[in-house]
Nanobody, 127 residues
């Protein structure tokens, strides 16, 4: 299995930026499609962004499209989420997730499609 550890969360003012990282260990990182999800207090976990094994294919939730960028560095076994123009409604615990796939271009946007999860990192955006 693969272990995932998020970092980079914190407190930022509205309009600011943060970059989250997700470090993977345990298995060959480039065999895994990856994604970011978030969960705000009192709400269900929701999809944020996904990326294929090679990084060549990405997909975003409408709420973050144009503001967030997902990327990965397979040589460093790390995935990133660059978050710009942050809004108060982006406040949540952010989770990275991974799942093995044979499809080099595959990405997934439902939580049930992911087998591995990190512990989460808190992002708080003050208005």
């Amino acid at each position: 299995q693969v272990q995932l550890v998020e970092s980079g969360g914190g407190l930022v003012q509205a309009g600011g930026s943060l970059r989250l990282s997700c470090a993977a260990s345990g298995r060959t990182f480039d065999n895994y499609a990856m994604g970011w999800f978030r969960q705000a207090p009192g709400k269900e976990r929701e999809f944020v962004a996904a990326i294929s094994r090679s990084g060549g294919n990405t997909y975003y939730a409408d709420s973050v499209k144009g503001r967030f960028t997902i990327s990965r560095d397979n040589a460093k076994n790390t995935m990133y989420l660059q978050m710009n123009s942050l809004k108060a409604e982006d406040t949540a615990v952010y989770y990275c997730a991974g799942t093995f796939t044979y499809g080099s271009r595959s990405y997934f946007y439902t939580s049930s499609q992911y087998a591995y999860w990190g512990q989460g990192t808190q992002v708080t955006v003050s208005s």
